[in-house]
Each structure stands twice: as C-alpha cells, then as structure tokens.
C-alpha cells in the first residue's frame, strides 16, 4: 500500500458516481417506479460483478479496504474515466492502478455502446488484441477470450502459439490472418518503440513460433483483416459475418460487432447461436 486509505472518502466519491449514471447509460429501462437519481446499489454491484451488500460497505465507508482487482471491477461497473478510475485508487490507499490492471480498464464511451448491443455478438479489443470485453453471443461465436494472462491475452500471441486459437476460423484464411497479425504487430512495435509491450510480444513470438519468425523477416505492413469473417462453429457450422470496427484511438481500443446479412441463411444460423448460449459451446476460442 502506498498512500493512507480514506474510506469516507471513496465512499462519497463512489455515491456521487452511482447517483451520476442513468439507466440508459448501462442500457436499462429507466422504468416507471423509478424515483431515486441514478442507479440502484443493487444494479450497480451487478454492473461490478460484486454483491449488494459488498458495495454497500464500501458505500458507507465501513468496509475493509478493497483490492486492487476489485477497484477495477468498480470503476468498469461504474463507467469511470480513466482519471476517474486513478482518483478511486488513490483514495483506496493505492498510488495507481497496476500496468495491467490500466490495460483492461475499457473506454466508458466502448462500454455505453456495448449496453445497447447486448443481443449481437460483439467484443472490446485492446491495442494488442486483448479481449477485455465479451457480449455473452460473442462468447457463444468464439469462445471464451477473456480469462487469458501473460503474453497469452494477445489474440496475435495464441494465433501463433495455441493450434484451439484457430479452430472456429474458416481454414483458408489462416495463412491471410497469420499475415495481417504480423503487420499489425509491426506496426506496433514501429509506434511504440524498443521496450514496449508490443516490443516484447514480438521476441517472445520469434523465440516461440517458427511461422512467426518467418513472416515477420518479410517486413510486411499495412495489411488489415477483411470485413467478412468466415467463422466455423462447432455446434452450426459455417458461418459467414460482417465485422464492422469502432475506435477509441485516445485509450488504443476497438470494438468489434458482427452482423449478417438480413434474410440470409447466416442471419438465422445468428439467431440459433442466441438461443443456443453459451453452454454448449463455450469450449473453443477464437
């Protein structure tokens, strides 16, 4: 710990904060019973995956002092800013939040899109290709991507080092996504310099992967991913989907949603994968 924690402090912050965000911003029905500004304590620990009476605590003051994981819980929940998530951290007792735990903080602007997107597949990227957000149809499309750690949370890194990372891809466009992955990170390393993350997946990649070294002594750069993705789903089959990209250039994230063309055959296979969920197939990864 590095500074003193200030309970009364991060519970007043944290109470202005719920009575701050509305409904629509978490993309809820406002309701007609509705009286109290803001949020429900309740609804809000559901956004932070936390109980009720756990945020309440910290609410009131009266609680421990939190972890460091479950600040950033809290300031994913409560749509905070990143000078907003710092403020929380400081006032728990901590100087920053953890490099790592900066990285997986998503963009509130990212989030307030994904609220409204709840029923299409659609996922929160960061700038190396960490999943740091899944809609629960996404995760029914490509698995679960979110529980990696270390170099591994880069979908580049298991492209090239976990043969499960290419399974629900259609096989001829392997060797095209391999290329495109490589560029990418190229591009990276030039924008971010010797020393960087990105510097750093790329040695760990030409010490892990023969394919990887290959491809990145061609010095190829700007190729990008095609907008129609051939996925091959383990429960449905093929399916063939359009990837439409917003970017949050300020916090290096994107958000990708992926839609089928109306009145197709993939369009209903799309329905079937919602009502089918997770549980089945939640196995693989993309």
Not at 162 to 171: I, K, L, N, Q, V
Request: net charge neutral; charged share 25%; hydrophobic share 40%.
């Amino acid at each position: 710990m590095d500074r003193t924690f200030d309970p009364a402090a991060l519970g007043a912050f944290l109470r202005a904060r719920r009575a701050a965000l509305q409904p629509e911003d978490v993309g809820l029905r406002r309701g007609q019973r509705r009286r109290a500004p803001g949020l429900r304590r309740e609804e809000v620990a559901e956004l932070c995956s936390m109980s009720a009476d756990y945020f309440a605590r910290l609410e009131r003051g009266d609680g421990a002092q939190p972890s460091e994981p479950m600040l950033a819980a809290v300031a994913r929940g409560l749509r905070l800013t990143p000078d907003e998530r710092d403020h929380v951290f400081l006032l728990a007792g901590y100087r920053a939040a953890r490099r790592d735990l900066r990285a997986r903080h998503v963009s509130p602007g990212l989030l307030r899109v994904v609220d409204g997107l709840a029923d299409a597949p659609a996922q929160i990227m960061g700038p190396l290709g960490e999943t740091l957000l899944q809609t629960p149809a996404a995760v029914a499309l490509l698995g679960e991507q979110t529980q990696y750690t270390g170099h591994a949370r880069s979908a580049p890194f298991r492209w090239f080092t976990d043969p499960a990372a290419r399974e629900r891809y259609h096989p001829g466009d392997h060797d095209k996504n391999s290329r495109v992955n490589v560029a990418q990170l190229r591009a990276a390393v030039t924008r971010d310099g010797p020393g960087s993350p990105a510097a750093d997946l790329v040695a760990a990649l030409r010490g892990t992967s023969d394919e990887f070294g290959r491809l990145w002594d061609r010095h190829e750069v700007g190729l990008r991913f095609s907008e129609t993705k051939r996925f091959v789903h383990p429960g449905i089959g093929r399916l063939d989907l359009y990837c439409q990209l917003l970017l949050e250039p300020d916090e290096g994230q994107s958000l990708l949603v992926f839609t089928a063309t109306p009145g197709s055959a993939d369009q209903e296979k799309l329905a079937l994968l919602k009502v089918l969920g997770t549980e089945e197939f939640a196995a693989g990864t993309g």
